[in-house]
């Protein structure tokens, strides 16, 4: 009984212990999961940024009053700045102003 008792004991401590080391493997795994996910976010940033304004301005087309053969042309537009954005040809400051000047 008194070594029953004592075994018992033992696998309580060492449960705690797994426990608390289990936590702390989660912990470190979502931190690190976490890290990853704001580095890819950080290299894609240019991308994700071009598509979203592209996006954006597509809308704003097909929400002005302008004939319907105006609308396919600045869209035409609108996506070869958002091509020349994402591969590094065109700075988001003169796609800014390539747009502006579209108005």
């Known amino acids: 009984m008194i070594h029953q008792l004592q075994s018992f004991r033992r696998q309580s401590f060492s449960r705690r ?4 080391q289990g936590c702390l493997i989660a912990v470190g795994v979502v931190v690190v999961l976490a890290i990853v996910g704001i580095a890819i976010l950080a290299m894609n940033a240019k991308s994700l ?3 979203a304004a592209a996006g954006l301005a597509k809308v704003a087309v097909d929400a002005m009053p302008l004939p319907a053969q ?4 600045l869209k ?3 996506e070869r700045v ?7 040809d065109i700075t988001l400051d003169e796609a800014g102003a390539i747009l502006e000047g579209l108005q």
């Open 17 to 20: 212990g797994g426990v608390l």
């Open 49 to 51: 940024t071009a598509s």
């Open 70 to 73: 105006e609308k396919p042309e």
């Open 76 to 78: 035409d537009i609108i």
């Open 82 to 88: 958002s091509i020349g954005v994402k591969s590094g």
